[in-house]
């Protein structure tokens, strides 16, 4: 079910995926998470129901599900997914390429055994590191979803979903 800008209030979205998940200050964890782009959408039951490529998105936290936020110039709308129906969530890590110059701060730090997902933020010129856009595909029963989003998000997203507690549902 696609909510559009007219039906989207909190009851409904409640009825469907339970409460949203509150932040704690003890144990901090991410009930949302950062944007994408949708770059492919298949309305497996009904195709009058569609959804604009390239709107931006984002995800948050639900007990029995999530809710996936889509903005479009300005035309909202919001897909709740619960658990159940949720087949494969997969990310998709972007190719990286890694080429520091010698005694440039990002080769030192490297040759020091510093991780490169920290290294990466000591380059000097663009192209001693880049790494290319992460992909996220979202299948359920009713949709077939792609976004793309930043490369450099590909950890922090990775950890999101994994919070999640989908099991085999997520492939990395």
Same mark, same amino acid.
């Given at each position: 079910m696609i909510l559009t800008e007219k039906n989207i209030n909190q009851h409904k979205i409640e009825n469907l995926i339970g409460k949203p998940n509150k932040f704690g200050f003890r144990k901090p964890k991410t009930i949302g #998470? %950062? @944007?994408? *782009?949708? &770059? @492919? *959408? /298949?309305?497996?039951? !009904? #195709? @009058?129901? $569609?959804? &604009? /490529? !390239?709107? &931006?998105s984002n995800f948050e936290k639900y007990s029995n599900g999530i809710l996936l936020r889509l903005n479009f110039s300005n035309e909202l709308s919001a897909i709740p997914l619960t658990k159940n129906e949720i087949n494969r969530i997969e990310l $998709? +890590? %972007?190719?990286? +390429? $890694? #080429?520091? *110059?010698p005694f440039s701060p990002m080769w030192i730090l490297l040759k020091l055994g510093v991780s490169i997902l920290t290294a990466r933020y000591f380059k000097i010129y663009i192209s001693e590191y880049s790494i290319k856009n992460m992909r996220l595909i979202i299948d359920t029963e009713k949709y077939e979803m792609e976004f793309i989003a930043n490369g450099f998000l590909f950890e922090r997203q990775l950890e999101y979903f994994e919070n999640l507690n989908y099991g085999t549902r997520l492939k990395k």
């Open positions: #998470n %950062g @944007s994408y *782009f949708l &770059k @492919s *959408f /298949i309305n497996k039951t !009904d #195709n @009058s129901e $569609i959804i &604009k /490529i !390239d709107s &931006k $998709i +890590r %972007g190719e990286e +390429r $890694i #080429n520091p *110059f």
